[in-house]
């Protein structure tokens, strides 16, 4: 739920990257860092572990001013994706006003993909979030590597959602539309 304070004029935003282990959620979040004005950003807080896996969360803040001088910040999550882990993404999931689903867009990764956005549908309504209201999009990460999942199918099968897709390589840091041909722009 959006913090908003009239008198201050400042608005606080929760993201969240959602998806499978080893999707790129932590590689979006670093790429995002180094994008970002330094004056605008805050500290990136990433818990590195042994086996380079996301135990419990990552965070980034940073701010921006509107052009009517609102300020708003937005503090940017990932969750870890391990099937292990669900009570954690729960946890971060409370009170989040925006989720970025980031799949793998590798061939073999597919069953993860679903399993996970599956994981995802369940874990909003646990925590109370309505996914038809909540703005979400759809990264389909990893595009740069050979054995993908070719954007025509993409389409098909995401297309009728009417969710927004993006076609991305977080390590590269490019992605959308329009690198997603045949997607509106």
């Known amino acids: 739920m959006i913090e908003y304070d009239e008198t201050a004029r ?5 993201l969240v990257y959602y998806g499978p282990a080893l999707s790129g959620k932590t590689t979006n ?3 995002l ?3 970002l004005a330094q004056e605008g950003r805050g500290e990136l807080m990433v818990l590195d572990t042994t086996d380079d896996r996301t135990i419990f969360f990552d965070l980034l803040p940073f701010f921006i001013v509107a052009p009517s001088g609102l300020k708003i910040k937005v503090k940017v999550h990932t969750v870890p994706g391990q099937v292990k882990r669900d009570a954690m993404r729960k946890a971060v999931l409370q009170r989040a006003d925006g989720v970025v689903f980031v799949a793998d867009s590798q061939l073999d990764e597919s069953a993860n993909n679903f399993a996970s956005f599956d ?3 369940k874990n909003l309504a646990i925590v109370g979030l ?3 209201k909540l703005p979400l999009v759809v990264q389909f990460n990893k595009r740069d590597l050979p054995g993908i999942v070719c954007e025509a199918d993409v389409r098909r099968r995401w297309g009728p959602t009417g969710v927004p897709v993006f076609m991305a ?3 590269k840091g490019w992605g959308s539309w329009k690198h997603s041909p045949g997607w509106p722009s």
Not at 10 to 14: F, G, Y
């Open 10 to 14: 400042r608005m606080v935003l929760k």
């Open 29 to 31: 979040l670093l790429r």
């Open 130 to 132: 309505d996914i038809d």
């Open 119 to 121: 994981n995802l549908e």
């Open 169 to 171: 390589s977080a390590l």
């Open 33 to 35: 860092h180094d994008m």
